[in-house]
């Protein structure tokens, strides 16, 4: 089985033509094409509902409901992008953290629920079918606090961008989640038997530019999975 790649967008897709900026769907189209000309199994943005409390609040908060607020859609919006991820034969993802980002997703049945480092004590995994795909940064849950639902905990260091010398996939994790802002990790799971990886893509100059990686970076990593899987004759 090679690796489940997951080319992660973000709230990439706020559109910049209006004032305040705000989410547009035909720019995460864009991220879905730009995911699957790389060779992405996945994409996966960040679903935010304007002013909604979250259920999984840290400290400092405060200075990013701005863009939060600047990236939230309407659910139409966000079934176009699912619908059209499925158009292009790439599976749709989303991190959600509040109960209205919930029920969308139920409504949109995505392959695979994935669950962010900073979410995964208090998700309503019990609310949703799963399967689930758990960022667990800081070793936050134990093993016996995992879901009863067929899940897998990806390795995730919550620190932007992550050292390399920190960034190394552990063995006992099912894939990994790299912040390091480099290809270089991905490769390095992939080539010792990594299930999924996950790695941010996308503007450079962003909030998230220092874990971005470029769409050819995206794209090497998915040409090394490939490889790796032809050499195995997997």
Known sequence: ???YIIAEAGTGHIGQDTLPPKGDFRLACKLVDWAKRAGADAVKFQMFIRDEPLFCPIEGDENRVPRWNNSAMQFWEWETVKNYCGNKEIDFLASVFQPTGIEWLKKLEPKYYKVA????????????????IISNGFDLLGRHEYPEQEHYAL????EYPTPLNR????????GLSD???TPWP???AIARGVEFVEVHFGDKEGPDGPVNL???ELKLICEF???VAEMRGS
């Open 186 to 188: 991905a490769i390095d």
């Open 225 to 227: 999975r490939d490889a």
């Open 1 to 3: 089985m090679s690796a």
């Open 155 to 158: 390795y995730c260091v919550s």
């Open 167 to 174: 960034a190394e996939w552990g063995a006992s994790y099912d």
């Open 179 to 181: 912040h390091s802002g």
């Open 117 to 132: 480092s900073r979410a995964a004590k208090t998700y309503p995994y019990d609310q949703v079918p799963g399967p689930f």
């Open 214 to 216: 470029t769409t050819d």
